[in-house]
């Protein structure tokens, strides 16, 4: 073994201090990236509150005037606002206003005179980068597409009730069915002429004459005729799984019906608007998410999603991932609104509660003092 001079001791010192130069600097860059990540993250309270933070579609006067003097005096909330909305994707004017208030606008009322429409959705869709001339052909289909859908409502609403008459008056139709009506009749009575230049022929001609009853039935038109023949193809929201079965039924035993569906949809849901509380109800998406985990039923294996839902999707061009999203989000959407209006009406229900409990209280107080 050769001897270890002072000069090899030296040498490997000056590694070793080399090495332990090297890891302290890279321990440094470590900890200036964690310090600038603090920097950049925002605050727990601040999270807290963009966590909380709900919002419900502006349905009246009211509410308009509320929510614009919160965005021009509260900068904090038109942020929050901002993000929420941003959060939402494909966001459309009904994720600000409601559809009864949107039917309200007109010349005499332009949306361009709304703060939330100017501050916030023109404002999104700006730094999407659309054009002002793009914004206003978007809002102008989307206007109409929500005009024509109400209207559409309103004539099935009619429809219903004209065969809600019909089915009220069949069983009293049943019964008379059968009965006897009065009816009109011509008679022929013989008639004793004692002329005489009637002949016995003749005679015998009129005394064969017979009593014949001639009787008018009038015909009922059913309702059923006056109903369009596509009345049977116009779709309504899935409320429950009776309706749920009935539609699937629909779709795989008649193809016009199916046909009928997918244009109806494509007409009133252009640039790919159609959302999943257009087949469904909102309490009946609330047993469904997208991937049937967490105790839930699976959206994605029912037949109107795959068959209406997802077509009409991919007809517009959107990926698979888009659709996915957009329906993942639409799901979480619509489970929010469910538990806040939950949470109002608890909330609502506690203080009634409270103040019959506080009448008991001052009525039982009144009775000891006396």
């Given at each position: 073994m050769p001897d270890i001079t002072n000069e090899h001791l030296m040498k490997l010192i000056y590694r070793v201090i080399k090495k332990v130069d090297l890891i302290e600097e890279k321990l440094n860059q470590v900890i200036d990236y964690v310090e600038t990540q603090k920097k950049h993250q925002p605050d727990k309270s601040q999270l807290a509150e963009e966590v909380e933070f709900q919002y419900r579609p502006i349905g009246n006067d009211k509410e308009l005037d509320y929510i614009s003097t919160k965005i021009e005096?509260?900068?904090?909330?038109?942020?929050?606002?901002?993000?929420?909305?941003?959060?939402?994707?494909?966001?459309?004017?009904?994720?600000?206003?409601?559809?009864?208030?949107?039917?309200?606008?007109?010349?005499?009322?332009?949306?361009?005179?709304?703060?939330?429409?100017?501050?916030?959705?023109?404002?999104?869709?700006?730094k999407e980068g659309m054009?002002?001339?793009?914004?206003?052909?978007?809002?102008?289909?989307?206007?109409?597409?929500?005009?024509?859908?109400?209207?559409?409502?309103?004539?099935?609403?009619k429809k219903r009730k004209i065969e809600e008459c019909y089915n009220s008056n069949e069983?009293?139709?049943?019964?008379?069915?059968?009965?006897?009506?009065?009816?009109?009749f011509i008679e022929f009575v013989e008639v004793d002429d004692d002329t005489q230049s009637e002949t016995d022929e003749e005679s015998n001609q009129k005394s064969a004459k017979k009593l014949i009853p001639v009787t008018y039935i009038k015909e009922v038109k059913k309702t059923e005729d006056y109903l369009d023949d596509d009345d049977?193809?116009?779709?309504?929201?899935?409320?429950?799984?009776?309706?749920?079965?009935?539609?699937?039924?629909?779709?795989?035993?008649?193809?016009?019906?199916l046909k009928s569906v997918r244009k109806q949809f494509l007409r009133s849901c252009e640039g790919g608007m159609i959302r999943l509380n257009d087949l469904f109800t909102e309490e009946f998406i609330s047993g469904y998410n997208i991937s049937g985990l967490h105790g839930m039923k699976n959206l994605t294996k029912l037949l109107p999603y795959q068959t209406i839902y997802l077509y009409i999707k991919k007809k517009l061009g959107i990926s698979m991932n888009d659709i996915e999203a957009q329906a993942r989000a639409e799901v979480n959407q619509i489970k929010g609104r469910l538990r806040t209006k939950r949470s109002r009406i608890k909330k609502r229900l506690q203080q009634e509660n409270k103040a019959e409990?506080?009448?008991?209280?001052?009525?039982?107080?009144?009775?000891?003092?006396?």
């Open positions: 005096s509260d900068e904090i909330y038109k942020r929050n606002l901002r993000n929420y909305i941003k959060s939402i994707p494909y966001f459309a004017l009904e994720d600000i206003f409601t559809e009864d208030f949107l039917c309200e606008i007109d010349e005499e009322k332009p949306l361009e005179d709304l703060i939330p429409y100017e501050d916030i959705f023109v404002y999104l869709k700006r054009t002002g001339k793009n914004i206003k052909i978007l809002v102008t289909s989307e206007l109409a597409r929500i005009k024509d859908r109400i209207k559409h409502r309103k004539d099935l609403s069983s009293f139709n049943e019964k008379t069915k059968n009965e006897e009506i009065e009816s009109e049977d193809d116009y779709f309504t929201k899935i409320e429950n799984l009776q309706d749920l079965a009935r539609v699937c039924e629909k779709i795989r035993t008649r193809p016009s019906y409990n506080k009448e008991i209280e001052d009525i039982d107080e009144n009775k000891t003092e006396n």
